[in-house]
């Protein structure tokens, strides 16, 4: 086990030395005035966390779009994009995913540098220095249940009935015993005078 | 003081569940999904003996399926981009899917079984126009296969395994159109035939593995060439000359073409008028469509060619199939009345015809795909995929329809809602009671089981399938809460469905324009349809009914037609080609004595014609004639312009005509505005009350007009799309103006912003999505209108000495003071449609529906866009459910309506109200559909699902038996008191 995350840890460093050589790839293509924007969405991360649509997240339905429709391109399985004869000037790349939420990405392409591109989070105005798109956070879109408990049935409506029945069988007449039995009757006296029914009437007169 | 925390508290809960959510487990519960492809355009099918039979298509709606042969379910699905049309698909190794598009310049390969994509390759075209993907069998460098693809004078071979370009080769020669290219078997050469400006014909030898040009021949053709080729054999083909008349094969053997030209009148007797080549690759054999009839034609030995096949009316051929060696298949199709006839010709003789039974909303066939598999006799047997003039696709085998797909609607244009029948009195049999109050109570069982979290998975499976079989949802009927209605939807083929909101199932569907098609009304295309008649209180007894308004050609001028179609059944009601052309249908607040509803009819002349007709709707209308006022947006001119009516109209003396009368205009200045969006109120929404109670025990009038119109203009230079311009260049206006009095309302300047703009305006309030070039980012800005006239309508005084103007029309002559308050705020996502919620009677809070570039719809609560948010709210505000201020709106992802599904391609989102107050129906469109309901602000007026029933009557039960155990209880203690 340990090897293996290891290794993984090796391929990882290797990818980003490998990254670190050839940052942004952008190169002016063969047609003329066009730029290639080429980059990659990168799940490594996510993939192994709790997910809320109970199949395993694919590639293959991850779109990259240009510039809020003007292009529309699809993830290969490693992950790479790119676009093609994209023209000098200041671009937005989206990532539509139904999986996960991607924070959309502003590129420039120098006109004066040619070829050479920034790219920067619009969400956080964080800079990338290479076009690595990762998820901003896996959408979660059901509520989740909460699971059952005692406390929750007792909050309920029905629940808080029971609980005044509850306590008015089992705490009131604790509370009655502690009343002198004159003073009661007084009591119920005076109530009769004034006319107020009440439970306790109830339940005296029935007997 | 307690009365005013308690309020806080009710808000404090409401507040914290701002999202409509659901449970995992309620999906299907309200909602449907229904996904589609579109009207096929191409179809490869994949039918070895191991794994699944499948199809892959691709469609006008730019999208690429895989389809299940035997059921027509989709396995996967993609769809591209709007400007990425697909061109050609084939399939490569046996197991990807190879499409070229965006005119050529595009070639992806998705692989088979799961639909991902493998790779993709910019072919670097300079100047895209008509290409073909060319897979070659045989040119193998180690294990690959190369696919050519041409385009105009290049190739350049893609290697199929990674996508790389292997060689390209420019032949560099002006006007030339490559159109076929061809390798002989075990060859390295390959043959590049194309024209060079319909004169000449050219012939390159390549080779294969490296590209290099070996050889080149030009000769000058006889006749005028078209563009139209058929590939007969592995060194000659057929091409029509540009009058279509005549034929020209041409031979290319050894480096040398020769040409022949062959009259078409020679070959077909009877022949006239302009023949077709239909595109085949084939053994000698091609295919002549021509008015009267469809001719299979051999070519034999030198220059000489043979009519070996002819069917009679012109029906539908199919690409060749190549059964063997010599064995060639095509597929004719004729169309008649309700059933279509399938023959299968082999080299040009009849081998199989087939009548099949289909249903008349069809109409005719349009494209057929032939398909063939072996018997265990080891015969062919044929199946064929069609498509219909309604873009529907059906599988069709041994006699009958396997499958079908309603693919129109993956193209849907407008809809409507109408109600469905009321429901008739009738005895319910004691039986059905019992039976149904004992599945009741079976039912309240599991989900209480469900609650207490005791059910196993069989009983949450159970439990699931209640739920999406429940009878009540899919009645034919109308029910008390509204939640059953139909929708009515227009298709681009002209085609009409009705769905049902309980499971989008088609209730019916129509194919109306070939109901038209005559000599006065050639090419019948639907525009739009309306409510024409909305029973209620006077004509109850009626049918609803739906308007159909469309033009016979493709031109504004020509002339219109309608109909009225029944909304329960679909039936034709009434047919009528109009004298003039449609611009504009516009529906009036009115209706005449029957409850027909008045719409106004306006032609390319300006002139107004008034539907319906009758005498009482005349009057009606002539009565409120002063009243009614009509704007134009007229984008290309950059105008608004207002008008009136009057009487007589400039083309006839018709009474039901009007002319118009321009009252006002509002012009943009061309060189520095353009109009990019308009946005008006819905005519038939709701609103509850004009007061609005601020904070401070103030109360502030909104302007409520129906007459407000929403108009955003962008600077020239930024009206292309994101990234073609920088801020400085850029800025978007939005204006709000009246379309009575023409008078502005509102104006207000974003520097630095640009289009797309999204607009939706309800009630006082404007909505408007755009892009900020200078953050980069989407923002959404909110406008909010007060009436400021009636805003001294406070004191208590003058209510009471009758002062006030509370009862004063709302007018537009008027020139109210209004006070406007706005606030921005930036927003993830690109937008496709915005739209906001309706409810019966505007009490229940709004929320605004984004569809976003993920074609997802997202609801978005009205108290996000409230122009009174600040940083650090009060007290009292935050006690109001004022949210503190965010410079970003949140999505959170549990306020996706449309939960997991996508509805691919959105286009609209349309919102309309049940008769429960809190709940209102959303229904999207796109390639796919998804309808579902939801409570703005929760079911305040009704008892949800979730409620337990069961659970309240063991409560009554418990509380029955407390009370008559304490009875007893008291009884016994009072007689033990009575012995002591």
Same mark, same amino acid.
């Given at each position: ?49 709790? /997910?809320?649509?109970? $199949? ?27 676009? $093609? ?5 200041? $671009? ?77 069988? /089992?705490? /009131? ?20 005078? $004034? ?13 | ?15 914290? =569940? ?65 400007? &990425? ?52 069998? %045989? ?11 041409? #385009? ?9 395994? @990674? ?26 050469? !390959? ?51 540009? =009058? ?67 069917? &009679?009316?012109?029906?539908?051929? =199919? ?27 082999? %080299? ?22 032939? %398909? ?48 469905? +029948? ?65 929708? !009515? ?16 199932? !088609? ?36 049918? +609803? ?20 179609? &029944? ?67 007229? #984008? ?70 129906? %007459? ?63 892009? #900020? ?35 004063? +029309? ?63 709210? =009060? ?14 709106? +949140? ?13 691919? @391609? ?75």
């Amino acid at each position: 086990m340990e090897r293996s995350s290891a290794l993984i840890g090796l391929i990882f460093l290797l990818i980003s030395i490998s990254c670190l050589i050839n940052p942004i790839s952008a190169a002016a293509s063969g047609s003329g005035e066009g730029y290639s924007i080429a980059g990659r969405v990168k799940l490594d991360n996510f993939v192994t966390k709790g /997910f809320g649509l109970g $199949h395993s997240p694919k590639l293959s339905e991850t779109k990259v779009i240009l510039n809020g429709g003007q292009r529309t391109t699809f993830v290969r399985p490693d992950g790479y994009f790119s676009f $093609h004869d994209v023209p000098a000037g200041t $671009h937005l790349i989206e990532v539509s995913s139904i999986s996960y939420l991607f924070s959309p990405v502003r590129v420039d392409i120098s006109a004066r540098n040619p070829g050479k591109i920034q790219a920067a989070l619009t969400e956080n105005r964080r800079a990338l220095n290479e076009l690595v798109l990762e998820p901003m956070k896996d959408e979660q879109y059901y509520e989740i249940r909460e699971p059952f408990s005692m406390l929750s049935l007792v909050k309920s409506p029905m629940g808080l009935m029971i609980g005044f029945m509850v306590l008015v069988m /089992f705490v /009131f007449p604790k509370m009655m015993d502690g009343v002198d039995p004159e003073e009661m009757r007084q009591a119920q006296e005076q109530m009769r005078e $004034h006319g107020i029914p009440s439970i306790s009437n109830l339940v005296a007169g029935r007997s | 003081m307690e009365a005013r925390f308690l309020l806080g508290f009710l808000l404090l809960l409401s507040l914290s =569940s701002f999202a409509f959510a659901i449970y995992e487990d309620q999906v299907g519960l309200a909602d449907w999904h229904k996904r589609y492809i579109g009207k096929v355009k191409h179809a490869v099918f994949h039918t070895q003996k191991t794994g699944r039979r499948r199809v892959v298509v691709s469609t006008e709606e730019n999208a690429i399926a895989s389809l299940d042969l035997r059921t027509g379910d989709i396995l996967w699905r993609h769809v591209l981009g709007k400007n &990425d049309a697909v061109d050609q698909i084939g399939l490569s190794l046996g197991k990807y899917v190879l499409t070229l598009s965006s005119q050529g310049s595009v070639l992806r390969a998705w692989n088979l079984p799961d639909g991902q994509m493998v790779w993709e390759t910019d072919l670097q075209i300079s100047n895209p126009s008509n290409s073909f993907l060319h897979a070659l069998g %045989n040119v193998k460098s180690g294990r690959d296969s190369l696919s050519l693809v041409c #385009n105009g004078g290049s190739i350049r071979a893609v290697s199929s395994i @990674d996508g790389l370009v292997v060689w390209k080769k420019d032949l560099s020669v002006d006007g030339l159109k490559l159109k076929h290219v061809f390798q002989p078997p075990e060859s390295d050469t !390959i043959y590049a035939i194309g024209f060079i400006d319909s004169s000449l014909i050219a012939l390159y030898h390549i080779n294969a593995k490296t590209g290099e040009l070996l050889k080149h021949a030009t000769q000058a053709s006889s006749v005028d060439l078209s563009s139209e080729i058929s590939a007969i054999s592995s060194d000659s083909l057929v091409a029509l000359d540009t =009058s279509r008349s005549n034929l020209l094969l041409i031979k290319f053997m050894a480096g040398t073409i020769t040409n022949h030209k062959l009259p078409l009148s020679d070959i077909v007797q009877d022949f006239s008028g302009l023949a077709e080549l239909i595109p085949t690759k084939s053994n000698d054999i091609f295919v002549v469509k021509t008015p009267s009839n469809v001719a299979f034609i051999k070519v034999k030995g030198d220059n000489e060619i043979e009519l070996i096949g002819k069917a &009679d009316e012109a029906g539908i051929v =199919s690409d060749s199939l190549t059964l063997s060696e010599e064995e060639q298949a095509f597929a004719v199709v004729h169309h008649s009345n309700n059933a279509i006839s399938f023959q299968v010709r082999i %080299n040009g003789r009849e081998a199989l015809t087939e009548g099949i039974k289909i249903e008349d909303h069809r109409g005719h066939v349009k494209r057929v795909f032939l %398909n063939n598999y072996v018997r265990t006799d080891k015969s062919h047997g044929f199946r064929a995929l069609i498509v219909m003039e309604d873009e529907s696709l059906l599988l069709m085998q041994q006699g009958e329809v396997v499958w079908s797909r309603e693919d129109g609607l993956a193209s849907i244009s407008d809809a409507v809602v109408a109600e469905l +029948p009321v429901e008739k009195e009738g005895g319910v049999s004691v039986v059905e009671v019992e039976h149904t109050l004992l599945e009741w109570l079976k039912g309240h069982m599991l989900k209480l089981k469900g609650t207490l979290m005791l059910s196993t998975p069989d009983d949450m499976a159970a439990i699931q399938a209640m739920h999406l079989k429940s009878t009540e949802r899919n009645k034919m009927t109308r029910d008390h809460n509204g939640f059953r209605k139909l929708i !009515i939807v227009l298709t681009r083929s002209g085609k009409v469905y009705a769905l049902h909101t309980g499971d989008g199932r !088609i209730v019916w569907a129509h194919l109306l324009t070939p109901l038209l098609q005559s000599e006065s009304c050639p090419s019948p295309s639907v525009l739009t349809l309306r409510n024409w008649r909305v029973p209620h209180r006077k004509a109850l007894q009626e049918n +609803p009914s739906i308007l159909l308004v469309g033009r016979c050609g493709a031109g504004p001028e020509s002339h219109g037609f309608l109909f009225i179609v &029944d909304s329960y059944s679909g039936k034709v009601l009434e047919t009528q080609i109009l004298d003039h052309s449609i611009a504009e249908v516009v529906p009036l607040p009115l209706a005449d004595s029957s409850e027909q509803k008045l719409h106004l009819v306006i032609d390319d002349k300006l002139n107004a014609h008034l539907y319906p007709r009758g005498s009482d709707a005349l009057e009606v209308f002539v009565r409120e004639m002063a009243n009614m006022y009509y704007y134009k947006v007229e #984008n290309a001119k950059e105008v608004i312009k207002g008008y009136a009516f009057k009487k007589g109209c400039s083309t006839g003396s018709s009474a039901y005509c009007f002319g118009t009368r321009e009252l006002w205009s509002v012009v943009f200045p061309s060189d520095s505005e353009r109009i990019v969006a308009a946005a008006r109120r819905k005519i038939n929404e709701v609103v509850h009350t004009q007061a609005k109670i601020m904070t401070n025990q103030d109360v502030m009038y909104k302007y409520i007009s129906k %007459n407000i119109l929403f108009v955003a203009t962008v600077s020239p230079k930024a009206a292309g799309g994101i990234g073609s311009a920088a801020p400085d260049e850029a800025w978007l206006v939005a204006y709000l103006i009246d379309t009575v009095t023409g008078r502005i309302l509102h104006r207000v300047t974003h520097q630095g912003a640009q289009g797309p703009v999204h607009a939706v305006v309800s009630e006082n309030w404007v909505v408007y999505h755009y892009f #900020n070039l200078r953050a980069h980012r989407y923002e959404m800005t909110v406008i909010e209108i007060y009436d400021q006239s009636r805003a001294d309508n406070k004191d208590v005084m003058k209510l009471v000495l009758g002062k006030h103007n509370l009862t004063a +029309p709302i007018t537009s002559y008027s020139r109210p003071e209004i006070a406007t308050k706005s606030q921005s705020y930036f927003f993830t996502h690109s937008v496709k449609a915005i739209a906001v919620t309706t409810t019966a009677r505007g009490i229940t809070s709004k929320q605004i529906l984004i569809g976003t570039i993920g074609d997802q719809v997202l609801a978005l609560d009205k108290r996000y866009l409230d122009p009174r948010r600040t940083a650090n709210p =009060s007290q009292e505000e935050k006690e109001e459910g004022i949210i503190p201020l965010t410079d970003t709106l +949140p999505i959170i992802p549990q306020s996706y309506v449309t939960h997991t599904r996508q509805v691919g @391609d959105l286009r609209g989102i349309m919102s309309f109200p049940a008769n429960l107050e809190s709940t209102t129906h959303v229904f999207s469109y796109g390639i796919d559909l998804f309808y579902t309901r939801i409570a703005p602000s929760r079911t305040y007026d009704s008892l949800t699902d979730e409620f337990s029933y069961v659970l309240l009557l063991i409560t009554v039960v418990v509380l029955i038996v407390a009370i008559l155990v304490t009875w007893a209880m008291s009884q016994k203690k009072d007689l033990q008191e009575k012995w002591r």
